[in-house]
Structures are given as structure tokens and as C-alpha cells.
């Protein structure tokens, strides 16, 4: 058990605990995600990919009952009538969400409550999603005369099909957790008293009885791979899956499979 220990950036707090980061946006009275909360998690992510080996699995969560109930509109009130205002702050989230899908480190939304445009595409970064039952999650830029300029167009339909994206896109309508569920938009929905409890139990079993090797590999292989035609993506996972073969978890893997017992990565 390793010692917790708590790191702040700007409206961002990193608790460190048992290997895992629990990441904490907090901009009250809302958690708006304005331009110094994309600025702070940027250099949170950047602190655990540079400074902290110890992290072997990430929660995104926020404080209160929001987890981001969507952009700073106030900033988009700043910037009417400037084109390359509005796409320099699309391209600014779009940095920080690429950076988080493309991690080398399993990245858990715990959606505890509002999660809306901006809000939702920063899950959608994420690499798994569990939600609250009562949470609520949409795309409503199309009510502000916007599109989602995050990465709503473009991953929404990944993560579900093509003709419910455009439906929740151009409608604007909200869900909740268990529908969210069901459209294959998160993983799993609980209650919300026991979210977080769920995203501590998965992160841990990920972090301290797999392999961060492996894990790491297997992340590059499904979400570089997946961008990739179906022949390339499996030159990747061939390649990976033969590097592997020189690590001494594998050893372990297989001479604890072979003995039958727990294995014991070293993570090396």
C-alpha cells in the first residue's frame, strides 16, 4: 500500500493512493471546463507521464455533484464573431483529449453527475467510462447555435453508431447513466453512492495485478490499432504481442499459470 499523497494544479487536485491517481476537477460552483481547467489537466496528465511511475491507472472524477456539466460559456460569449478564436479553444480541448485517449496508462471516467458538451467529450477521451445511475450526459451545442468542437462529432459515433450520434447531436437531449449503458456510451452504470467505490476497485485490479507492460501494450494495440486498417492493426498486435516474449512478466505469467499460482509482475 503506498502512501497517499495530493497534488494541485490549476482547478485540478491528484490524490495518489494504492497506485492509483484519482484525478479531481474542481472549478466550482460548476466544474466548467474553461481554458485554465484544460490548461490544469493538461499539466496534471503531463506530472503523471513525466514525474510519477507509481500511477499505474487514472480516475477522472469531479467535486461536487458535477463531473463537467460542459464548456465555459462565458468564454464563447468573449470570442462571438472571432473565427479563429473559436477554432483555436476547439483545437486547445481537442490537444488535451487526444493527449488523455492516447495515454499510455488506463484512464477511468467516474461520471458522478453532469456531464454535458465539453463535459462529455472529456469522458469520451477517456479510455473506460462508469457513470452514476442519476447522472446526466448529452450534447447540447446545437441549442447555443454550435456544434460540439471537442471531439463529440467525431468520437460519439465511434463509441455508439453513426444515427444515434446525430440524434443526440442534433436534438440535444440528455440520457442517463443506464441508458448511456445501453447505447454502449460507458461501460457500467451504478448508483451514485457507489461509483467511485467501482472506478477504485477496477483501477486497482488493472494496476497492481496486471502487468503495466502488458497493459501498456495493450492499450497501443486497441486504440492505434483501431484507427488503422484491419491488416495493419494486426502487423501491430503481432509485434506487440512478440515483444512481450522478451519481458520477464511474461516468464512469470506462464510459470505461474503452469504451477498454478498468482502470478507476480515486477513490470518489467
Avoid: W
Avoid at 477554432?87 to 484512464?107: C, G, H, R, T, Y
Avoid at 467529450?121 to 479510455?127: I, K, N, P, R
Wanted: net charge negative; glycine share 8%; charged share 25%.
Amino acid at each position: 500500500m503506498t502512501k497517499t499523497k495530493v497534488n494541485e494544479f490549476t482547478n485540478v487536485k491528484l490524490k495518489i493512493d494504492n497506485n492509483v491517481g484519482i484525478v479531481t476537477i474542481a472549478n466550482p460552483p460548476a466544474n466548467a471546463l474553461n481554458s485554465e481547467t484544460i490548461n490544469g489537466l493538461s499539466e496534471c496528465f503531463d506530472f503523471i507521464y513525466e514525474k510519477d511511475n507509481e500511477i499505474k491507472a487514472i480516475i477522472i472524477t469531479g467535486e461536487g455533484k458535477f463531473f463537467v456539466p460542459g464548456a465555459d460559456i462565458k468564454e464563447f460569449k468573449n470570442a462571438i464573431g472571432e473565427v479563429k478564436t473559436g477554432e483555436a479553444m476547439a483545437k486547445n480541448a481537442q490537444s488535451l483529449f487526444n493527449k488523455i485517449e492516447q495515454f499510455d496508462k488506463p484512464v477511468i471516467a467516474a461520471i458522478n453527475g453532469a456531464c454535458l458538451g465539453g463535459g462529455m467529450e472529456l469522458a469520451m477521451s477517456c479510455h473506460i467510462r462508469l457513470a452514476a445511475n442519476e447522472a446526466v450526459m448529452g450534447q447540447p451545442e446545437l441549442n447555443l447555435g454550435l456544434i460540439p468542437g471537442f471531439g463529440g462529432t467525431q468520437r460519439l459515433p465511434r463509441l455508439t453508431n453513426t444515427a444515434k450520434a446525430l440524434e443526440l447531436i442534433l436534438t440535444g437531449d440528455f440520457i442517463n447513466g443506464p441508458e448511456a449503458e445501453r447505447i454502449g456510451l460507458v461501460n457500467k452504470s451504478y448508483p451514485r453512492t457507489e461509483l467511485m467505490n467501482e472506478a477504485i476497485k477496477l483501477a486497482e485490479k488493472i494496476a497492481n495485478e496486471k502487468s503495466a507492460r502488458s497493459v501498456v501494450a495493450a492499450i497501443n494495440a486497441v486504440t492505434k490499432g483501431i484507427k488503422q486498417d484491419l491488416n495493419i492493426g494486426l502487423e501491430m498486435e503481432a509485434k506487440l504481442f512478440g515483444e512481450m516474449f522478451e519481458t520477464e512478466d511474461m516468464k512469470e505469467g506462464v510459470l505461474a499459470f503452469i504451477e498454478k499460482r498468482k502470478a507476480n509482475f515486477n513490470d518489467r
